[in-house]
């Protein structure tokens, strides 16, 4: 698969996934300033050892929700989607935000643009905390509308600095910020709150900043929240999710993603927006075939728990989920974690693969090239990474086998080999495959020793990676 290219919001700590072009900027006031979206995630029993992928549209709850998956899960990227670009510019500033601040109510202060009096900063450390799995959202009623009221009742907001920063029309009162703005959901008019979401207490939808949960659940998950933004690679596209949703999933397709969806899959967008339909088909299908069916993705789309749709078991936020993988796909989820950098060629000698993949290879950032043309190939192209696909245990004689290794270990500060390992129980009695030794006898002590699985032994493919 070759590099993919959006538009967006180019950030420092990219992995080199995709190319980001920077969009011209708009500033037409209209996006949410936060969210009323209600989550809560079946946690695994176990929790999950493969570093997920984590893509969602990039509301305001999209934080929380990074911060609640990260306690079963590293993150390997986070991928923030949004088809209104000054969404995408307020979510990059959120994470700013979230950056500069010293601790929650630092981080409160800076969003509002208020400053807390000493009494405000008490019934703020005094506020009882969700549990590490549910983020707060709009309900009919909950217990903090008097705090809320009477953190408003002592601080002191600077509207200057708000419409400066937001370009947002917000008048305080007694119990939040009274905010106008045309939203995608056509709530225009709401109240932006520290943390009561309770819609009988107020004359219109509060949108809370859930003060108390998700990453604001208390001091660790917000510096959690701030490591992981200052680690994790981040990219943030403006793009209908519908339209690159098979791509970001192929992209991915060897690492267990979670795709944060807000409401966006309830009847009212989804009547507004056909496409996005598309978003549930794909999963579905992707994230719940098997070989022979190919790929086979571990999707989990999270919802808004007041909006949720029926989902296939596979796919869907339910605690037993297991997302079985064959051996190829395990295989390959193995090769693909040690691929660096996106210029990389895929070495096969099986031309049924290369007709069948349309001459693509399946590995991000790669593309297929056949053992016959880079045995010839000339010039002094170097690639970031080179894969070498099993050529031994596919029939290619040993003098070649050697010519190859050497030839793209020249032209690789990563090379990648995978091969049939001939000491496996798998290979083991009609002697296919190498052995680590043979391979170390061509080219000297790997970096990485790995071992792909089969259906009966774990060590049914070596993988040897050469990083110089
Ligand atoms: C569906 S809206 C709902 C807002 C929500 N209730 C909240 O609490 O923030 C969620 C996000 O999806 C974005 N969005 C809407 N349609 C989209 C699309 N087709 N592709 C990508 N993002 C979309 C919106 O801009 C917004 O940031």
Known sequence: MEQLEFQGIPCGNQDGLYV????????????????NDQFRFKLPKSPNVAETVMIGVANPHFLHIISIYSTVSSLKRIIAVDANHEQLIHFNRLCATVLQSSNRIDYLQRLFKVRFNSKAISKLNGVSTSKIDEVRGGVERDPYFLVEKEIWGNLHFDDECFWNTYGLKANVSDSGLLIQADTVGDINTYFATFLCCSRSDYEFWPFTAGYGSGFLQNEITFNR???????????????????IYSDLLLSNRYSPISVWCSNLLCDYFTSKNPALRQIIQVSSTLGTQFEPEFPEID???LQDERTRIMLPKL????????????????????????????????????????????????????????LDDFLVFEGDSTFSS??????????????????????????????IILEHNRSSKDFVRQKIGVTIDEIRDILGMESFLDFGPGVSCDDRNLIMVYRK
């Open 20 to 35: 980001v072009y920077r969009c011209e900027n708009s500033r037409s006031g209209n996006y949410y300033f936060l969210s």
């Open 225 to 243: 929240m701030k490591e992981i933004l200052r680690t994790t690679p981040l990219y943030m596209l403006h793009a209908d999710l519908s339209d």
């Open 299 to 301: 999707v989990v789309l």
């Open 315 to 370: 796919i869907d936020n339910i605690k037993s989920r297991f997302r079985k993988w064959s051996v190829h796909t395990k295989n390959f989820a193995k090769v693909s974690n040690y691929i660096r950098g996106n210029k990389n060629i895929e070495i096969i000698s099986v031309r049924s693969w290369f007709n069948a993949d349309q001459g693509k290879s399946k590995l991000a950032n790669t593309k297929y090239i056949m």
């Open 386 to 415: 080179i894969v070498v696909h099993i050529l031994q245990g596919h029939g290619v004689p040993t003098e070649n086998y050697e010519k190859v290794l050497l030839k793209a270990y020249s032209m690789s500060e990563n090379l």
